[in-house]
């Protein structure tokens, strides 16, 4: 049913070869496979996206993107990263979109870079990879990017990163040597993002910033299956009166990379509706082949379809 529809991705990732020489070690972990696609901007990309059926990339650096990088350096080095991705993105501007990588480290300059990519490269949001040298984001240094993204109407997509090492230390070095995916997408990802996203909404941001989006990878980081528990709890007695549910299916939208369940899907559709479902692959670290058969299995109407497919993203985007 699909295969007629348009397709837009929101969670493609690239390695930038200068910023990717600052992430120590990380080359190392990945396989030349992966790392050749990382780094292709062209050909092998847009071969793969034509085979799957994919007509537009949203690319975004991978993790941890520039959030580990010192203050010393991360402003001119997001720069150069996000005015080459422009310069990717000219050469086949129906194909590919992007996201800033923002240097967070100095919340003012980031909030200028995020605007400065958004009119001058025509960048449609940016992304934030883990947390910023150890600092979750709900921050109010952070804020001033919030009021940018806000006043520019672009949303800012929270990733996951590698935890921190006395949370992958404590959490999960009993089982990493066995599994080494249990700190990464199994499950570490998944407890940091979510916490991200649940102090954010903590901070009362969106009481300060109604406008601002948030968009979360991996079907929302499990937030909608919790969400009745979490807007419950946060109503008992001795809380300052807080709409959870209101804040996150009202300022979120979560997209289905690397996450290709239908129960994931059904559950998400009931507490956030399919206006705030977006579809992504996670290429090159989840191929778009499984995501494309997937798709192929699901019961939902054409009109869900092209909301999940190409309608919410065009939106929220502004595609
Ligand atoms: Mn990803």
Redesign the pocket.
Known sequence: MYKKMPVIAL???FWDHELAAQLQGSEGARAPEQLKRLYDLGELRLREMDEAGIDIQVL?H??PSAQKLDASICVDLTRRVNDRLAEAIARHPTRFAGFAALPTANPEAAARELERCVKELGFVGAMICGLTNGVFHDDERFWCIYERAEALGVPIYF??SFPDPDVSRIYYDKYGKDFPQVVRAAWGYTVETATQAVRLILSRVFEKHPGLNIIL??FGETLPYQLWRIDQALKRPGHDPMNFREHFTNNFYITT??HFSTTALVCAMMEMSMDHIMF?V?YP??PNAPAMEWLDTLQISKTDMRKLLSGNARRVLKI
């Open positions: 969670e493609e990732h975004s991978g993790a990733h996951p990878g991996h990379s690397g992504a996670d670290f989840v």
